[in-house]
């Protein structure tokens, strides 16, 4: 269990950076004509860590040691020995467990070099490390620079070649009638509905969470404690009120640090969510979540966190009400935890992350105070409540078969990202059939769990709910075969894409139009042809995407249009194939930052920020093959909206 809050911490920490926790240093000692020693200091920040290289569980450590790696080794200079290092602390670390070393203040690290081309005039390194402070951890790198001779070294990220230029100019379109772009239709409608949606998805987490053995059975224990130990009603009312805004204000303090993310760069929430390794990490986890509710283990976070927080609430006043409220969310972790996971995880797949990660918070922390504060107004009320029992459990083990339903869809957006073609769609909808089976045997109880009761009759309420769950089962089963009906409308965007099939396709492309996935090949067909574009920025894990491609583009008008009158050119911003070596190269964004174009979907996702100054997909654009906007861009939106767009596009063209 301690590996897995490892994990768990990683990803809570992972997005929190603190600025100039360690800051780097170098310089160079000349030992002879051939041989150097590279100096490498480091100052901490006052109650930071920085972890050495080397630690006493070795390669079994829970965290990162501090690595150091040297361009161009063996060419044009040779290390002698390992990098050394000065004498660390090690001692037993109460978050992580286990013992650690580490250096506080300040460390030099030193690596002697042997040169083997007397014309080398400067060494590159890298340093790869975890820092870490009492409530939160950075993973960082930084470039070493160290001159032989005195001279200055340049940052190689800093260098742009003519090449990167050249390349760079060419994803600069020269439009027409800009004008259009500051008003995009779709945009204001789809996200209030996407808020309002969140909002009532984390409101609805929040209310079954509250159904869990972690948090049922604390709703009459704080509200006695409120309205009898105080005093007096009124005030007793007050308190568990302001106990309500405090859990409500503390979960949506979590969004908090996503929201500098969105500031650092408009597509970095995109490429997090899309990130191949993050969806492994997040499959993986929601595995665990899910054997977690199954009974098999607990998730907890430290002992000791809980115990703080409940000294701290016997303070009496705001401040102990706050940490009476603090000690909930700590407490109730093994059961909200996996469901604030599944919160986080769909918020970061979404336009918008950060804000419809507060927005789903603050939906959850609502549902999850509400009775606190609604039974201290109504006391009599809590007579009403069912008492605790093997129901809460029941209710631990479904939310465990959902959990595990839906590590399948990260596990899909990396092999979308990636192409595996391990998942496809066919098997993914498999997978989620046979899922659905096991819960449904479970509610009749015919599977069973290690923390059930004794089994008993079959309640006329289990029994309701035992046969939808076949139901629903039934509805996945045409999505096994290759017909019109395996489309599902009901879940469009949850299962990959109906091109992403083991059955031949005729095309790679939405409902099979013929599509273009190159801006260049796309745009020398439309002007070979005289046809309008629709610029479709779309991306393998974008759930809205595939809900525009299977519900709206479906639709016979809409398909018609695109089929006959558009040339479709689709770019995916997410796509993870290198781009040819020839291809890549660097990029200088606005704020002086170079990034690096390495894969197709780099350059895509950097051609529509330039053009287009968004990061949101899906977005489409109409424009003729002479990069005129026919009319503004347009967003995720209803059917009827998207084929007037269409339609009066098209008319534009035409008076052309």
Not at 129 to 157: H, K, N, P, W
Not at 401 to 425: C, M, P, Q, T, Y
Request: net charge negative.
């Amino acid at each position: 269990m301690r590996n897995l809050l490892v994990v768990l911490l990683v990803l809570v920490t992972f997005f929190s950076q603190a600025q100039d926790a360690v800051k780097w240093n170098t310089s160079v000692e000349k030992i002879s004509d051939t041989e150097y020693e590279l100096i490498i200091k480091a100052d901490i920040t006052e109650h930071w860590h920085l972890y050495a290289q080397n630690q006493p569980l070795g390669e079994d450590a829970s965290i990162i040691p501090t690595v150091f790696t040297f361009e161009r080794e063996g060419d044009g200079f040779e290390l002698i020995g390992a990098t050394e290092e000065q004498e660390p602390i090690t001692e037993l670390d109460p978050i992580f467990e286990e013992e650690l070393s580490y250096f506080d203040g300040s460390v030099t690290f030193m690596q002697r070099v042997e040169i083997t081309d007397p014309t080398l005039k400067g060494i590159i390194g890298l340093v790869e490390y975890q820092a870490c402070d009492d409530e939160r951890c950075i993973f960082a790198d930084d470039e070493l620079l160290f001159s032989l001779d005195g001279s200055e070294m340049v940052s190689a990220t800093k260098k742009i070649d003519q090449q990167s230029i050249n390349l760079a100019e060419n994803l600069e379109l020269p439009l027409q009638n800009k004008e259009l772009l500051k008003d995009v239709q779709g945009s204001d409608v789809s996200k209030e509905r996407d808020l309002t949606s969140l909002f009532i998805l984390g409101f609805l987490g929040g209310l079954i969470a509250l159904l869990t053995p972690c948090v049922f059975p604390m709703i009459p224990l704080t509200v006695s404690f409120f309205t009898k130990q105080t005093g007096n009603r009124k005030k007793g009312i007050s308190n568990a009120i302001l106990y309500g805004a405090f859990i409500v204000g503390i979960y949506m303090a979590l969004s908090i640090p996503f929201h500098f993310l969105d500031s650092i760069a408009p597509e970095i929430l995109n490429n997090i969510s899309t990130n191949v390794w993050l969806n492994v990490t997040f499959f993986v986890i929601f595995i665990f979540f899910a054997f977690s509710f199954f009974g098999y283990y607990e998730l907890t976070l430290p002992s000791s966190w809980g115990n703080k927080m409940d000294s701290a609430s016997s303070s009496g006043g705001l401040l102990g009400i706050f940490f009476m409220a603090l000690t909930l969310a700590i407490v109730s972790f093994s059961c909200t935890g996996p469901i604030l996971g599944s919160l986080l995880a769909g918020s970061l797949s979404n336009d918008g992350g950060a804000t419809q990660l507060t927005v789903g918070m603050t939906g959850f922390g609502v549902a999850l105070a509400l009775p606190f504060a609604l039974f201290a107004l109504f006391p009599n009320m809590l007579k009403s409540l069912p008492k605790s029992g093997g129901w809460m459990n029941t209710t631990k083990v479904i939310l465990g078969f959902l959990e595990l339903a839906l590590a399948f869809k990260f596990l899909s957006n990396a092999d979308l990202v990636e192409h595996w073609g391990i998942l496809k769609r066919e098997i993914f909808i498999g997978i989620w059939i046979i899922i659905g089976i096991l819960m449904a045997l479970y509610v009749f109880g015919i599977i069973r769990f290690p923390h059930d009761g004794p089994k008993k009759k079959l309640s006329f309420y289990r029994g309701v709910f035992g046969i939808a769950i076949l139901g629903f089962v039934v509805y996945l089963i045409p999505g096994l075969q290759k017909s019109q009906e395996s489309n599902l409308k009901l879940l469009s965007g949850f299962p990959p894409p109906v091109f992403y099939s083991i059955y031949p396709q005729e095309s790679d492309c939405p409902l099979g139009l013929t599509c273009f996935k190159d801006f260049e090949e796309g745009l020398a067909y439309a002007q070979e042809n005289n046809k309008p574009i629709l610029l479709d920025f779309t991306g393998w894990a974008c759930v809205n995407c595939r809900k525009m491609e299977e519900n709206v583009w479906s639709e016979p008008e809409i398909f018609s249009l695109l089929n006959e009158e558009y040339v479709l050119i689709s770019l995916y911003v997410d796509d993870r194939k290198d781009l040819p070596k020839e291809q890549q190269f660097n990029y200088k964004l606005d704020n002086g930052r170079v990034k690096s174009i390495k894969t197709i979907g780099d350059k895509w996702a950097t051609f529509q920020a330039i053009n287009f100054k968004t990061a949101s997909q899906p977005y489409y654009i109409l424009m003729s093959p002479d990069f005129e906007l026919l009319n503004s861009p347009q967003q995720y939106t209803e059917d009827i909206a998207y084929y007037e767009w269409l339609k009066e596009g098209l008319a534009t063209f035409k008076e052309l």
